[in-house]
């Protein structure tokens, strides 16, 4: 029976969600330091770390009739992809 899901960041997702249509899965290659808020207060990243598996929320958009996704970088067979802490869903 599918169960509630609990993001990262604390957002409880329906029991009936289908996460796997949305979301992403990938594992950490880097993280960055974190972030800056609209009144200057630096938010280091602290729960994320190199080696975690996540699910992140795809951000892919189909432009000509081509999946597309500005966030991706492909060198050779490798995909990376940047993703913003606040688009992580899940850790594994």
């Known amino acids: 029976m599918p169960r ?3 993001t990262s960041s604390g ?3 329906g029991k009936d969600y289908d996460y796997s249509r949305d979301v992403e899965h990938g594992e950490v290659v880097s993280v960055g330091k974190g972030s800056t808020d609209d ?5 280091p990243i ?3 770390s190199p080696g975690m598996k996540v ?3 795809n951000r892919t958009v189909n ?9 991706e ?3 050779g067979d490798d995909v ?11 850790t594994e």
């Open 63 to 71: 432009k000509n009739m081509k999946a597309y996704n500005p966030n």
């Open 11 to 13: 957002i409880l997702l």
């Open 73 to 75: 970088i492909i060198d």
């Open 55 to 57: 699910g992140y929320i």
């Open 46 to 48: 602290t729960d994320i």
């Open 39 to 43: 009144k200057g207060k630096f938010h």
């Open 80 to 90: 990376y992809v940047v993703v913003g802490s606040r688009d992580i869903l899940l």
């Open 4 to 6: 509630e899901i609990q």
